[in-house]
Nanobody
Framework: VQLQASGGGLVQPGGSLRLSCAASGFTLDADVIGWFRQAPGKEREGVSCLSTSDGSTYYADSVKGRFTISRDNAKDTVYLQLSSLKPEDTAVYFC?????????????????????WGKGTQVTVSS
């Protein structure tokens, strides 16, 4: 059972990237699939997530309006489109899945709640 995150890279401020999170060994039928990020010297924070039961999406205030989470069921892949990137978006981004989690706000997206994690992908926003 693995989650594989990819798509990170170096981008200039205002640029865009699309991160992918592909599942292998199981289907992404978890209750919640989310993206976290961790910048140097900072705690890991929940950025965005998707509830598979009703398709609801949630975003941290810091990325709302700039990031978009989506899912391709046929490919068992979840995407995070990053747009209008800022230097403060620089971090290692992780995808994770929670098999059973009731979520109503982005605040419910917490590391201890997640059952599976992918290896991170580095996003660097710099001119």
């Amino acid at each position: 059972v693995q989650l594989q995150a990819s798509g990170g890279g170096l981008v200039q401020p205002g640029g865009s990237l699309r991160l992918s999170c592909a599942a292998s060994g199981f289907t992404l039928d978890a209750d919640v699939i989310g993206w976290f990020r961790q910048a140097p010297g900072k705690e890991r924070e929940g950025v965005s997530c998707l509830s598979t039961s009703d398709g609801s999406t949630y975003y941290a205030d810091s990325v709302k309006g700039r990031f978009t989470i989506s899912r391709d069921n046929a490919k068992d892949t979840v995407y995070l489109q990053l747009s209008s990137l800022k230097p403060e978006d620089t971090a290692v981004y992780f995808c994770a899945a929670a098999l059973r989690l009731a979520i109503t706000t982005i605040g419910d997206l917490r590391s201890p709640h997640m059952d599976y994690w992918g290896k991170g992908t580095q996003v660097t926003v710099s001119s």
